[in-house]
């Protein structure tokens, strides 16, 4: 029996839909955990060098105690020390980024290490008076970006590897800070890496979700040909 020109027509629109499609998207790695962590290129150049033999969550636990008693102590508002905080961070948390997490508590890794990231910038930026718009607007860039992130997962599409390297990682985005706090560009260090961050992840995010297909339309498609 001939087949449909229709059906076929469909068939074919949607195959090169979805060969576009996986040019610009890239699949979803083996552990999702590994990618809520959002390391940056120092952290996972750490985790190459171990080759995932270091259990990431008790070393980042006790990352998590050091930088809470370096920032009640006001580690953050002494411009000599404050690389310490995410120096201690990255040597403790960095090499785990190559472990495939697959623990039974392994899942706890990423909350730990936003609530790390996001109490730092917090309080350095109001233990060296930056204007508290300019700490929204920087935690509001990295926020929109990790809930991006988490509903990319959540859809089987994950950001382009070079994101995670321009987007500077948790740890490369606390060194930045730190760097700004001891050169006394805190205030301007805030902006700067404010907007940065809001072009660039609003950009690609902005991209990605336009060229992913529309689930609608290929449900409708797949139920004509039932």
Known sequence: MARRPGRAARGEGRDRAETAISVQLTPVPRSTVVAYRDDGPLSRGMGALVAGQL?????L????????????????????????APAVTLL????????????????LVPPVVRMIEYTFIAACGYAHDVPPVLIFILLGAMAFHHYD??????????????????GLGWDGRMIVLSLSAIAGFMTGGFALLGAYLWLLFGWESLTCWLAAPRSGVDAADMGTQD
Request: proline residues 14%.
């Open 55 to 59: 259990p990431p969550l008790p070393p």
């Open 61 to 84: 636990i006790a990352g998590a105690f050091v930088i809470g008693v370096l920032l009640l102590i006001g580690v953050a508002g002494s411009d000599g020390l404050a690389i310490f």
């Open 92 to 107: 403790l948390a960095g090499p785990g980024s190559s472990h495939p997490h697959d623990g039974r508590l392994d899942w």
């Open 149 to 166: 992130l988490v509903y990319r997962l959540r859809q089987r599409v994950y950001p382009p590897p070079w994101l995670s390297t321009f």
